[in-house]
């Protein structure tokens, strides 16, 4: 039923061409939703649900420190943490999907999702104080987030993924000179930065291992970190103040990603 549907929408002749693409793309979507789920359950079985053991460790630590965060900064902390631990509990809700979607790659020996992410075990030690002291909030400059989402989209969309790599770190060496503010943008960008450079390199592998492409579930990836990259911004903005204030949120509470 659903696929009659989709087809029945998709060729109608009035439809233009991008029109008849998203209307494709949105089949795929509800067939995915339907049933990989039910094939996750056994692909799942003997693989680590990266992803959501990646968010449950996360929110975790930014549970245990929230209050001592709230106690540091007579309250102000509050928001910035409810906004964090909100956006992550929203990943949280779909993440066993895309664990689902990545099983079957991790089964036969691509270690997609896995390797695009990074151990919180390397988050850094909490300090109650940036070693740096204080800095005037005239320092912080909100990352550019809208031009870098553009940039990032046309190398998305010409699938030009070394290029969206190579841009991606080059925003972050920019965000890196003034280190205490913009830690989020600058975490999301290193974790695209680090599965841009793996999609081509899993890809290879599907390829060889399964005879079919990873690249759609990377590409999946990297658009959902595009897309937070406004959000994130936002979080820098609330976070910029108790920072000038020697407060390290959110810069102490997630790991580096390296270039892999």
């Not at 991008?18 to 996750?40: A, E, K, N």
Request: charged share 25%.
């Amino acid at each position: 039923m659903t696929w009659n549907l989709v087809k029945s929408v998709f060729c109608q002749g009035d439809l233009s061409l991008d029109s008849r693409r998203r209307v494709l793309r949105s089949g795929l979507l509800l067939v995915i939703f339907l049933f990989l789920p039910v094939i996750g359950q056994a692909a799942l079985k003997d693989v680590r649900s990266c992803l959501s053991l990646h968010l449950r460790e996360a929110m975790t630590i930014n549970k245990q420190r929230s209050p001592v965060y709230e106690r540091l900064s007579q309250g102000q902390s509050l928001a910035v943490s409810k906004k964090l631990i909100s956006a992550e509990r929203r990943v949280l809700f779909i993440a066993p999907l895309v664990d689902a979607w990545a099983a079957p790659y991790q089964k036969a020996g691509v270690p997609i999702l896995c390797q695009d992410l990074i151990d919180m075990s390397h988050t850094p030690a909490f300090k109650a104080v940036n070693p740096d002291g204080k800095d005037s909030l005239n320092n912080f400059h909100p990352a550019n987030v809208a031009e870098i989402s553009e940039r990032l989209t046309e190398f998305y969309k010409a699938k030009d993924y070394d290029g969206m790599a190579h841009y991606a770190d080059a925003q972050v060496r920019e965000l890196e000179r003034v280190p205490r503010y913009n830690c989020m943008v600058r975490h999301v960008l290193e974790s695209i930065r680090r599965s841009a450079a793996l999609a081509p390199i899993h890809d290879r592998k599907a390829r060889a291992k399964m005879k079919i492409s990873s690249l759609l579930l990377s590409r999946a990836l990297l658009k959902s970190h595009i897309d937070v990259l406004h959000e994130s911004s936002e979080i820098d903005a609330l976070a910029a103040p108790l920072q000038a204030e020697a407060l390290p949120i959110i810069c102490q509470d997630v790991p580096h990603i390296p270039w892999p």
